[in-house]
């Protein structure tokens, strides 16, 4: 199989679909940085002190490092979503909304 047609499959699978691929990989993105970035701040003894320190203090990055490992299950969740997604299912029906017919 080429990248066309790969490309092409990938374009046909995400049609009409644009908008929520992309409001994921944003929520993901910021859940996923901000989350370990807001403890290595409060680890680290506030904004100052964090701000004022030329290295990270242990407890702060193992910390930090606990929380990105905890954070992999949502990589696999967002992973099965765009999955999902591919083979035309809804979003909706993925994240359990009920829908009014």
């Given amino acids: 199989m080429s990248l066309s047609s790969l490309r092409h499959e990938a374009r046909k699978a995400l049609k009409g679909k644009w908008g929520s691929a992309v409001l994921l990989m944003l929520v993901y ?5 901000v989350v ?3 403890v290595e701040v409060v680890f680290s003894g506030g904004w100052k002190a964090w701000l004022d320190q030329e290295t990270v203090p242990a407890s702060a990055s193992i910390v930090s490092m606990f929380v990105s490992f905890a954070l992999i299950p949502l990589s696999v969740v967002l992973y099965w979503v765009f999955f999902a997604m591919s083979l035309f ?8 909304i009920k829908t009014e017919n």
């Fill in 29 to 33: 993105a910021l859940v996923t940085m």
């Fill in 36 to 38: 370990p970035f807001g």
């Fill in 89 to 96: 299912v809804s979003l909706r029906y993925l994240l359990f």
